[in-house]
């Protein structure tokens, strides 16, 4: 069920000004999503998944720019389960946030959470998803910003506008398929499939009746919201005949560039202008995988769509040229053109210059053990500064904070790494076993900070991609190799760099980010390949409550789940 509710009326006799004015005013949205298992066939075979309301994916969200979400989340599933709204800068409202055991306890089979939230001074394509385990393989959907009422995109206003959403498939329980990583220590068995839109498509079996079709006439400009919704797997994306124009990325718009290929990671997402240039046919959408970490087990398969020209619908598709699967210089390339049409102006100057290592690694089992499965007797794991993010159980870490309860979390998450090394060279193996532990970093309010994310060479090197909760941030500069603070800086990108809320970090490089410390609360960063988050490559900001009310955490709602 949806409910639009306006915050003002009209007034028989108010001048025309004032009307205009109250219906340019924001709207606040109710919806129910009712988190619940239901039957779906995929690639020849009856599957019960998690969704959202019985819809894979779930709904899609339609919001402005200053709206109000209200959403109440009834889980009649299985397994304890949270919801978040990817991008949303949540200012003052964590508890709507939805990292479990971060910002609240999941909520229960049964239970019930109402999620609110307002929508500040963002425009364009995020998404919401599942964050407890591995639920999120099904559980996600689009959420669309639209522009205030009397203000414009950017760019020329498209014919049509389309959400697509990148997801990937498993022929059991994803559940399980963490699950069976988790004690076996080895990595997770590789999906089954990629989707489009919750279909396969053409190239698997029994997927072509079902194959997602985007209709366009001849001539006319549409918008593809393309969202990466994968678990595990940056991806390669492109349009047989036809080129991009990209306009947008992580709801902050850029600098259009044309582009032939598009690399996007899980948790990104990317708005691309289509125009219907080409003879009238049907013309093959697809999806594969980039992967960036040597020897590193991937699902080599191609997920298709159809960009379907009217009246051609029994003409045979033509299949795009897509990058080899290992292509890093054309992901690259891509990546770099990006800039960003900013709402706001690059820190200049720093209070907190941070340098965080993110690493793979591994855990030694003193004997052989089928929970140690992992190349020479080991256990995986991943880490930031060489600690490796513990969830806590008995309270989340907001609400622990909000109450001052003691023993959840400590503040002593180290700003550089305990010991230098060369991080993207031949790293000994004696630097690969970090510690564990539920350690937070504190930042004042209002101060300007600078992260260098390093990749490094432990177990592999690979593009891993960094989400961090309740901001967006500018990407100033990125490089190969170990980031070198007396000549790097110089080169940064200060004036137009791109705005984004999660960001690859350059296989054996590194990638600086920039952002104002201007939301308090608890806050989660995070590599947004699933199976690193559960290996424990995360850490958590607290950043403390500013002068005032507008700078101050809101307390926590009544409905708020317990532990």
């Not at 949806?2 to 709207?27: D, M």
Request: hydrophobic share 35%; glycine share 8%.
């Amino acid at each position: 069920m949806e409910l639009h509710t306006k915050q003002c009326g009209l007034i028989i006799g108010l001048s025309i000004i004032l009307a205009y004015a109250c219906l340019a005013r924001a709207e606040t949205h109710y919806h129910n999503f009712v988190i619940q298992p239901t039957p779906v066939k995929r690639l020849c075979n009856n599957h019960v998944i998690m969704t959202v309301n019985g819809q894979f994916p779930g709904p899609t969200l339609q919001v402005r720019n200053g709206d109000t979400v209200v959403i109440k989340a009834t889980n009649a599933g299985k397994y304890n389960i949270t919801l978040h709204w990817h991008g949303i800068r949540q200012m003052r409202t964590p508890w709507a946030d939805g990292p479990e055991y971060v910002t609240q306890c999941p909520i229960r089979p049964g239970g019930t959470y109402t999620y609110r939230y307002t929508i500040e001074e963002q425009e364009g394509t995020l998404w919401w998803h599942a964050h407890s385990k591995w639920l999120r393989a099904t559980v996600y959907g689009a959420l669309v910003i639209y522009p205030k009422l009397g203000s414009s995109y950017p760019f020329p206003k498209p014919a049509r506008e389309f959400p697509l959403i990148l997801g990937e498939w498993w022929n059991r329980d994803p559940m399980q398929v963490l699950q069976q990583s988790m004690i076996t220590g080895a990595g997770p068995n590789v999906s089954d499939a990629y989707t489009i839109n919750g279909q396969p498509g053409d190239l698997y079996s029994c997927s072509s009746r079902d194959t997602t079709t985007f209709p366009v006439k001849a001539g006319e400009t549409i918008l593809l919201r393309i969202i990466n919704a994968a678990l595990n797997q940056q991806l390669f994306f492109a349009i047989a005949n036809h080129q991009m124009t990209v306009v947008e990325a992580d709801a902050a718009y850029t600098k259009p560039f044309t582009t032939n290929i598009v690399m996007i990671g899980p948790g990104q997402t990317t708005n691309v202008l289509i125009t219907a240039n080409q003879p009238p046919g049907r013309y093959y959408i697809a999806a594969t995988a980039y992967s960036s970490a040597p020897g590193v087990a991937f699902d080599n398969t191609t997920t298709t769509a159809i960009l379907e020209y009217t009246s051609q619908r029994f003409s045979r598709p033509v299949l795009p040229q897509l990058p080899a699967w290992n292509d890093t210089n054309t992901a690259n390339s891509f990546t770099a053109q990006f800039r960003s049409i900013s709402r706001g102006k690059v820190p200049l100057q720093i209070d907190q210059n941070l340098f965080f290592t993110v690493n793979l690694g591994s855990i030694n089992c003193s004997r052989p053990s089928f929970r140690c499965q992992a190349p020479n007797n080991t256990m995986f794991t991943a880490s930031m500064n060489n600690v490796s993010f513990v969830l806590p159980r008995r309270n989340s870490i907001l609400q622990a904070m909000y109450q001052n309860t003691p023993g959840v979390f400590t503040t002593d998450f180290p700003p550089v790494p305990p010991l230098q090394f060369d991080y993207t060279g031949n790293v000994s193996r004696g630097l690969w076993t970090p510690t564990r532990g539920t350690k937070l970093y504190k930042l004042k309010f209002g101060s300007h900070v600078q992260i260098i994310l390093q990749n490094t060479n432990i177990v592999t090197v690979e593009d891993h991609p960094m989400h961090l909760h309740g901001y967006h941030f500018f990407v100033v500069g990125t490089g190969k190799g170990n980031f070198n603070p007396q000549t790097d800086p110089a080169r940064f990108n200060l004036v137009d760099p791109p705005v984004r809320n999660t960001v690859g970090t350059t296989p054996g490089g590194w990638v600086a980010i920039r952002f104002i410390a201007d939301n308090p609360g608890v806050w989660l960063m995070h590599c947004h390949l699933d199976v690193h988050i559960s290996w424990g490559l995360a850490m958590v900001f607290l950043v403390e409550n500013g002068v005032g009310e507008l700078q101050t955490l809101e307390a926590p709602p009544r409905d708020l789940p317990q532990c």
